[in-house]
Structure formats: C-alpha cells, structure tokens
C-alpha cells in the first residue's frame, strides 16, 4: 500500500467498504465451512431479518465474493458458496476479529468515558 490519498476508485477504500458493512464479513464468516442454503444461514447467524440477508447474499455475489447455485429439484433448492475470491477474505476477517477480541474493552472503555457526548 502506498501513501496516497484513499480515492473514491482506489483499490484499498473498495476492500474497506466490503468489509464495513455490517453483514458482509459475518456472511462470509459462515460460509466458511462450506455451501448454506439461506434458511440454515440465518439460524447460524442469528439477529438478521431475511430481507437483510437476502440483500447481503445479493451483494456479495454481485462483487464476486460467493456464487449462489440452484439445484435441480423440485421445489428448487438454493444455496449460496465462497468462491475464491470471497475465499481469500477470510484471513483480513479473522484478523480483524483477533485484533477486536485484543482490544475490544479498551474501545469500550473509550465510549464509556464519552458517555454523554456521542461520535464526532
């Protein structure tokens, strides 16, 4: 990474905004262990609304992150994998959460001292 502005186009902000939104890096997460039909998804990860999933799904296939396969049955039977692409988040995903768990109750603290106050 250089040290030039974060453009609106540059390649780093792109990779940021996958992994701002909310359910996108927990999507991911889950799928790890392999294909999940949207049902089980939800029940894995909990607190999510089945719009809000069906958006998250959708956006990550968009951007190539996972692949959404129907299986030829009647009622049709669909499920949703990483593909590499999405596959070779996992490692910065799991970092971040690591980095989290190591300093998840100092930013806690920090909130905590701005009781009051709010976000600038």
Request: charged residues 25%; neutral net charge; aromatic residues 8%.
């Amino acid at each position: 990474m250089t040290n030039q502005v974060f453009l609106a186009d540059c390649r780093a902000r792109l990779a940021f905004d996958l992994l701002s939104n909310t359910w996108n890096p927990v999507v991911l997460w889950t799928l790890r262990d392999g294909p999940a039909r949207p049902a089980e998804l939800r029940e894995r990860i909990g607190g999510i609304s089945p719009k809000v999933l069906t958006e998250t799904l959708r956006r990550l296939e968009f951007n190539g992150l996972l692949e959404r396969r129907v299986q030829p049955q009647s009622p049709p039977r669909v499920d949703y994998r990483l593909t590499d692409l999405g596959r070779s988040l996992l490692a910065p995903i799991e970092a971040f959460g690591v980095w989290a768990f190591e300093h998840g109750d100092e930013v806690l603290a920090a909130q905590d001292g701005h009781t009051g106050r709010g976000p600038r």
